[in-house]
């Protein structure tokens, strides 16, 4: 699973640009997340998902609604092994990228290999912390983006309520204690105002973007790919942007160039690392 946070995080990190937030070139989590989509959406046509199902085809059709492309529809029966399929040969069968309806020449069961878009999802998140004896104020990090109409905080048993929201920036209190969450850096500070013995503290809530299943944070072809529409994005910004109170310069890097960089890393990518050999039917 690959999460959007966990994405840009492992960019900013790793090409040293979190000294100043990504929020003050105006990059809010909304615009990333679609930078994020749009990049797995061009991802996909060069390295797709290999999928199988068993299920009924015949001359009407079933439609796969996540199909890019069918690679082959193979004769199976409940004690066969993937492995021993027959496969159909092409004339067999038709699929049709547009409308994804799959039909063929008679109805029956089959094993279904094709390639496949990824699978977004929205996921659940439960996070516990521990507030110590004398620890007046803890700092923590949430996972995700979370929900807010999902969100739900508990001290000890008090259930903690939003008392003001002002853009990013929520505040909350309970009879015992006060906190607020930032959106944009997902950090979390509570503060107690009574009892000092050790309470716990539990966080629940559900992303607020969907995560790609398929994905992993070892996959270098998507990180790079979509490090490269970041970097240069922000590259963009920075070099007709002017910060005249600040006391540095923010805009003397070259990060246009960097990202430029590493889109010249994503073209070799699509030469080496593509599956484009899974395009042909087994």
Same mark, same amino acid.
């Given at each position: 699973?690959?999460?959007?946070?966990?994405?840009?995080?492992?960019?900013?990190?790793?090409?040293?640009?979190?000294?100043?937030?990504?929020?003050?070139?105006?990059?809010?989590?909304?615009?990333?997340?679609?930078?994020?989509?749009?990049?797995?959406?061009?991802?996909?046509?060069?390295?797709?998902?290999?999928?199988?199902?068993?299920?009924?085809?015949?001359?009407?059709?079933?439609?796969?609604?996540?199909?890019?492309?069918?690679?082959?529809?193979?004769?199976?029966?409940?004690?066969?092994?993937?492995?021993?399929?027959?496969?159909?040969? +092409? %004339?067999? *069968?038709?699929?049709?990228?547009?409308?994804?309806? &799959?039909? $063929?020449?008679?109805? #029956?069961?089959?094993?279904? =290999?094709?390639?496949?878009?990824?699978?977004?999802?929205?996921?659940?998140?439960?996070?516990?912390?521990?507030?110590?004896?004398?620890?007046?104020?803890?700092?923590?990090?949430?996972?995700?983006?979370?929900?807010?109409?999902?969100?739900?905080?508990?001290?000890?048993?008090?259930?903690?309520?939003?008392?003001?929201?002002?853009?990013?920036?929520?505040?909350?209190?309970?009879?015992?204690?006060?906190?607020?969450?930032?959106?944009?850096?997902?950090?979390?500070?509570?503060?107690?105002?009574?009892?000092?013995?050790?309470?716990?503290?539990?966080?629940?809530?559900?992303?607020?973007?969907?995560?790609?299943?398929?994905?992993?944070? +070892? %996959?270098? *072809?998507?990180?790079?790919?979509?490090?490269?529409? &970041?970097? $240069?994005?922000?590259? #963009?910004?920075?070099?007709? =942007?002017?910060?005249?109170?600040?006391?540095?310069?923010?805009?003397?890097?070259?990060?246009?160039?960097?990202?430029?960089?590493?889109?010249?890393?994503?073209?070799?990518?699509?030469?080496?690392?593509?599956?484009?050999?899974?395009?042909?039917?087994?």
């Amino acid at each position: 699973m690959l999460y959007l946070e966990q994405a840009v995080k492992n960019i900013v990190t790793g090409n040293g640009i979190f000294v100043i937030p990504l929020s003050a070139f105006s990059f809010n989590w909304d615009v990333l997340n679609t930078m994020f989509i749009s990049t797995l959406k061009k991802f996909e046509k060069w390295k797709p998902v290999n999928k199988r199902i068993y299920t009924t085809v015949s001359p009407s059709g079933i439609v796969l609604p996540d199909a890019i492309e069918v690679k082959n529809v193979a004769m199976m029966s409940g004690n066969m092994i993937p492995a021993q399929a027959s496969p159909f040969q +092409s %004339d067999d *069968f038709y699929f049709d990228p547009v409308t994804k309806l &799959l039909q $063929s020449v008679g109805t #029956s069961q089959f094993l279904v =290999t094709y390639l496949g878009s990824y699978t977004l999802q929205t996921n659940d998140f439960t996070q516990q912390f521990t507030c110590y004896t004398g620890e007046k104020c803890i700092t923590e990090y949430l996972t995700v983006v979370p929900n807010i109409s999902t969100l739900n905080i508990t001290y000890n048993d008090e259930t903690m309520t939003i008392t003001s929201k002002d853009h990013d920036y929520i505040e909350f209190s309970s009879p015992s204690a006060q906190a607020s969450l930032c959106i944009d850096s997902l950090k979390f500070e509570l503060q107690r105002t009574q009892f000092d013995g050790e309470a716990n503290v539990t966080i629940s809530y559900t992303s607020a973007y969907k995560a790609i299943k398929e994905l992993n944070e +070892s %996959d270098e *072809f998507f990180e790079t790919w979509f490090g490269s529409v &970041l970097l $240069s994005s922000l590259g #963009s910004i920075k070099a007709i =942007t002017k910060f005249e109170s600040l006391p540095v310069d923010v805009t003397t890097d070259d990060m246009l160039a960097y990202g430029r960089q590493l889109k010249e890393t994503v073209n070799t990518y699509q030469i080496e690392r593509s599956n484009w050999y899974d395009m042909i039917g087994m």
